[in-house]
Structure formats: structure tokens, C-alpha cells
């Protein structure tokens, strides 16, 4: 019976003729957890109590169109007895390989100490030790350009001067170790939530970066307590309601963010709910730089929000949502050094069976090329065929190589 249902909730959302969006993105992807797992077994045994993501998988959803993948892991794992010290030569020779297997992809590797502010359970209080770990992580990262160092996930319930203080020596001890050209995703108290960022996380405008790459990472889920524990999304229109807020401050501040972690069940009001706040953070993908699914991962099994290929739940119900979002519109994995003329071909190889809609989607592009875009309307970008002239009193802008937008 659950798999009619499954079946026939699927037929519906592939049946739905997907409007292929420009994306506005510079990244749409998903955790990879794994070797986070089994967090009661410390330092726990390989295959038993946790595993590592896995690269065939990866491979499948870069295909795909995602771009970033982030990796959970646990600083107890990587860097046993105390903060100071040196890493377990084996757990960090994983990690090294499946930040490895998605950098050579060409796609962006997220390192994300899962630990939620904490070291053996107790909040990190020691900038100075938290440093000395960013100090030996960055170091061995420093000369790829594509990880993305994330510097802890979910602080929560500790004091707000301790949370801007740990970013802040994260921040420093990264560039000092010569990883100046990476992004940093910096999160927040109160489980870095987008619906309660304004509540809490105000004082972290104040972090700053010689590199100046900071990222805010926010996460959102769309269940009554914002846990994402439940498959049940509290109105069609909560995803966009939730992080309404945080955009706002991120315009009045002039950051830039990511949604980290988000997700929702396999239903029909959670697919409306997490369209509508996809469709939020790309019309204001000028802040936004993209979103990650939670999660991927081998031993999911039959979680709820399973993005791992080729049954997870989450995979067979969303990605082709997803997908709309991707870099590049999702219709290949070469999100790299692709060039104008290369994008057109591909895109002219992928539209060749319905000739009609082919044509009808030309005669669209061409009738509006003559328009103007509107404050904050895209106006150029890889794969963009609309305005690429902005409306009186506003500057086209390059967000990145796929976007620009009316500033
Ligand atoms: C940022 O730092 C300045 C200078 O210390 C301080 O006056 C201000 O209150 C801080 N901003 C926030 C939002 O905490």
C-alpha cells in the first residue's frame, strides 16, 4: 500500500511539467552524512558505528546537477584527547579522500565538524583550542580552493559573545594557516535557524575576514518546531514565511548566506512548502547563494529526507525539484569551465524532442529580450535568455558566472 501511494505521488510530481528555471545559484547540493554516525561509540569502528559517503553515489547527484556537498564528521574522530592535538592519521585519510572524491568532480566540498559547538559533550569554551583545530584542518585543506570550511554545525544553547568569538578565531586561525582563498560558512546559536537568526544571531555581523568570504549558513526545516524530525510541513507557504526575516537582514547588512540544511517530507504540501522557499531564496539569490538537502548518505536506509541514490525517499520525491535549482539548470554536472557556446549546444541536445516547445520557448526569448528587468530581476548569466537590460535607475550585476541581477 505504501508503495502505491509512493507511486502515485510520483507520477504526479514527474507528470507536473517542470518550468525549467533559470538557476540563480551559485551552489544546490546535500549533506553526505555518514561519519557523523553513532556519536555513543567514540571513537566507534569503521562499518560498525559509522562510514564514509559514498563517491559513486556523489557521482550519481553531481550528474545530477548539484554542485556542493557537505560533509559531517566528528572532531572527537578526527582529533582525539584534546583540541590542541594531532589528527587520527586513518579518519583523516578519509576525509582527505571523500573531499578528494568530490573536489576532483569539480563540485565544492563543505567540511563540517558536526559537533554543535561541543568537544566530548561539553560547549567549547577555548577560542585559543578552537583555533588550534581550525589551525590543523585548514592546514591540510589550504591549497584547494574548492573546500569549503564550515566551522562548526548548530551551536545551540550557549552564550551569543562565545558563539561571534568562536567564528571569529575559526576565521583568523583558517587564513593564518594559508587557506585565504576558501569560503568559510560561519553558523549560528539556536541550531543556526533562518526563523530565529534575527532572534538570536544579530551580533555576527560583526565577524570579519581578510579574505572576505564569510558565508552565513542558516538551516531551515518546515515541521511545527523547525526540527525537522516530523514529514509534515505546517502550511504550503512556511517555507518562504521562515526565512523571510533573515533575508531582510542579510540585504540590510550585505551578507551573503546559504541554506545549509533543509528539507521536507514526501507530500504534497511540504513539496508546495519547499518549492515556495526555494523560489524565495533564488528571486533573492543576491544574499542567497544556494541550498543544501539533509541529506544524503549510505546508511539511511528509510529516513524520511533520504537523498541517497537510487531509493532514498527524499531522492525519488524531491530531485527532480531539486534539479530545477541547480547551477546551470540541472542539465549536466559541468559547472566549472563551461563556455557560452558549449552551455548552448547542451541545451539545444537536451530540448530535441519536442520541436514545438522548442521553438514556441525561442519566439518567448526573443519577444523578451527587448524588456527591461525589474530591481532584483536577473538580467544576464549563463544560460539566460530573458532582459538583459535593468529598469531605470538600477545596474546589472554579476552575482556569479550564472547569475546577474537589476542592483
Ligand atoms: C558590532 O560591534 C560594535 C563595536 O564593538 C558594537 O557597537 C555593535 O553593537 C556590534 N553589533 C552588534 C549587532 O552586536
Known amino acids: 500500500m505504501k508503495l502505491t501511494v509512493l507511486a502515485l505521488l510520483l507520477s504526479q510530481v514527474w507528470a507536473a511539467p517542470q518550468a525549467k528555471r533559470s538557476s540563480n545559484f551559485l551552489w544546490l547540493g546535500s549533506s553526505e552524512s555518514g561519519a557523523e554516525f553513532g556519536q555513543a561509540n567514540i571513537p566507534g569502528v569503521l562499518g560498525t558505528d559509522y562510514i564514509w559517503p559514498e563517491a559513486d553515489e556523489i557521482k550519481v547527484l553531481f550528474d545530477a546537477g548539484m554542485n556542493i556537498f557537505r560533509v559531517p564528521f566528528l572532531m572527537e574522530r578526527l582529533i582525539p584527547t584534546q583540541l590542541t592535538g594531532t589528527p587520527d592519521a586513518t579518519y583523516l585519510?578519509?576525509?582527505?579522500?571523500?573531499?578528494?572524491?568530490?573536489?576532483?568532480?569539480?563540485?565544492?566540498?563543505?567540511?563540517?565538524?558536526?559537533?554543535?559547538?561541543?568537544?566530548?559533550?561539553?560547549?567549547?569554551?577555548?577560542?585559543?583550542?578552537?583555533?588550534?583545530?581550525?589551525?590543523?584542518?585548514?592546514?591540510?585543506?589550504?591549497?584547494n580552493d574548492h573546500v569549503i570550511f564550515d566551522t562548526n554545525n548548530e551551536y545551540h544553547d550557549e552564550d551569543q559573545t562565545l558563539v561571534l568569538d568562536l567564528n571569529q578565531a575559526a576565521i583568523t586561525a583558517i587564513r593564518a594557516a594559508g587557506a585565504t582563498s576558501q569560503y568559510i560558512f560561519v553558523e549560528g546559536n539556536s541550531y543556526s535557524g533562518a526563523w530565529t537568526?534575527?532572534?538570536?544571531?544579530?551580533?555576527?555581523?560583526?565577524?570579519?575576514?581578510?579574505?572576505?568570504?564569510?558565508?552565513?549558513?542558516?538551516?531551515?526545516?518546515?515541521?511545527?518546531?523547525?526540527?525537522?524530525?516530523?514529514?509534515?510541513?505546517?502550511?504550503?507557504?512556511?517555507?518562504?514565511?521562515?526565512?523571510?526575516?533573515?533575508?531582510?537582514?542579510?540585504?540590510?547588512?550585505?551578507?551573503?548566506a546559504v541554506l545549509g540544511?533543509?528539507?521536507?517530507?514526501?507530500?504534497?504540501?511540504?513539496?508546495?512548502?519547499?518549492?515556495?522557499?526555494?523560489?524565495?531564496?533564488?528571486?533573492?539569490?543576491?544574499?542567497?547563494?544556494?541550498?543544501?538537502?539533509?541529506?544524503?548518505?549510505?546508511?539511511?536506509?528509510?529516513?524520511?529526507?533520504?537523498?541517497e541514490p537510487p531509493t532514498g525517499t527524499g531522492y525519488t520525491y524531491y530531485l527532480s525539484l531539486l534539479q530545477s535549482y541547480a547551477p546551470g539548470g540541472g542539465s549536466s554536472g559541468t559547472t566549472t569551465t563551461t563556455s557560452v557556446a558549449t552551455a548552448t549546444t547542451t541545451t539545444k541536445a537536451t530540448s530535441t524532442t519536442t520541436t514545438t516547445s522548442t521553438k514556441t520557448t525561442t519566439t518567448a526569448a526573443t519577444a523578451t529580450s527587448t524588456a527591461v528587468a525589474a530591481h532584483y530581476g536577473q538580467c544576464g548569466g549563463l544560460y539566460w535568455t530573458g532582459p538583459t537590460t535593468c529598469a531605470s535607475g538600477y545596474t546589472c550585476t554579476a552575482q556569479n558566472e550564472y547569475y546577474s541581477q537589476c542592483l
Open 93 to 143: 585519510a578519509d576525509l582527505q579522500a571523500t573531499v578528494e572524491s568530490i573536489t576532483s568532480l569539480g563540485a565544492y566540498a563543505v567540511v563540517d565538524p558536526h559537533n554543535f559547538g561541543r568537544y566530548y559533550g561539553n560547549i567549547i569554551t577555548s577560542t585559543s583550542d578552537f583555533a588550534a583545530f581550525w589551525t590543523t584542518v585548514a592546514t591540510v585543506f589550504a591549497s
Open 197 to 256: 537568526w534575527t532572534t538570536y544571531n544579530t551580533n555576527l555581523v560583526n565577524l570579519t575576514d581578510p579574505s572576505d568570504k564569510i558565508i552565513y549558513e542558516m538551516h531551515q526545516y518546515l515541521d511545527s518546531d523547525g526540527s525537522g524530525t516530523s514529514d509534515s510541513c505546517v502550511s504550503t507557504t512556511i517555507g518562504a514565511e521562515r526565512v523571510a526575516a533573515a533575508t531582510t537582514w542579510l540585504r540590510e547588512n550585505g551578507k551573503k
Open 261 to 307: 540544511e533543509f528539507a521536507g517530507g514526501a507530500n504534497s504540501q511540504c513539496l508546495t512548502a519547499v518549492t515556495g522557499m526555494l523560489d524565495a531564496l533564488s528571486a533573492a539569490s543576491d544574499v542567497w547563494l544556494g541550498a543544501l538537502w539533509w541529506s544524503a548518505g549510505p546508511w539511511w536506509g528509510t529516513y524520511i529526507f533520504s537523498m
